[in-house]
């Protein structure tokens, strides 16, 4: 049951319906526990397209705090999530009315992540189409 709303909010949200991917993502805020990185930056990228800023830029917070006490990701993972998080955080504090402190999020050389080391999964549900081999890379 869980899978299957996580999908769908990948999905709504693909497809630019935030108020459904919002809809799967508070059901699962039910079930799971321990919300990981993948989890809040969808929030946040959900939110940013609602236009809820605040919220937006919370997620991405999380994400970043997750990510620096985690080891489930290999160096190149970790850095691109964190570059995708900060992006986001930076776009919700420049078009909100948020307080701006950038310091919370890292100022990563994007063009040093080896996109070949990123699985698969993290470049599609997660695309940081900033990056200068962006184009290259066949996802």
């Known amino acids: 049951m869980v ?3 996580w999908i769908n909010a990948l999905h709504t949200s693909f497809e630019g319906e935030y108020q ?8 699962l805020d039910k079930f799971l526990r321990e919300k990981d990185v993948e989890y809040h930056l ?4 959900v939110n940013y397209g609602l236009n809820n800023d605040f919220k937006a830029l919370e997620s991405a917070k999380n994400a970043i705090e997750i990510l620096k006490n ?7 993972e970790k850095n691109y999530l964190l570059a995708y998080a900060s992006n986001l955080g ?7 009315k948020v307080t701006k402190d950038l310091s919370a999020f890292p100022q990563i050389d994007i063009a ?8 698969r999964h993290l470049k599609k549900t997660h695309p940081l ?4 081999d962006w184009n290259l890379q066949s996802i």
């Open 129 to 132: 189409i900033n990056h200068p």
């Open 3 to 5: 899978s299957k709303h």
């Open 20 to 27: 459904k991917a919002l809809m799967h993502l508070d059901y």
């Open 90 to 96: 930076k776009l919700a504090l420049k078009a909100g």
């Open 70 to 76: 985690t080891d489930r990701y290999n160096e190149d």
């Open 42 to 45: 969808l929030r946040g990228a």
């Open 112 to 119: 040093s992540v080896n996109l070949t080391n990123v699985r």
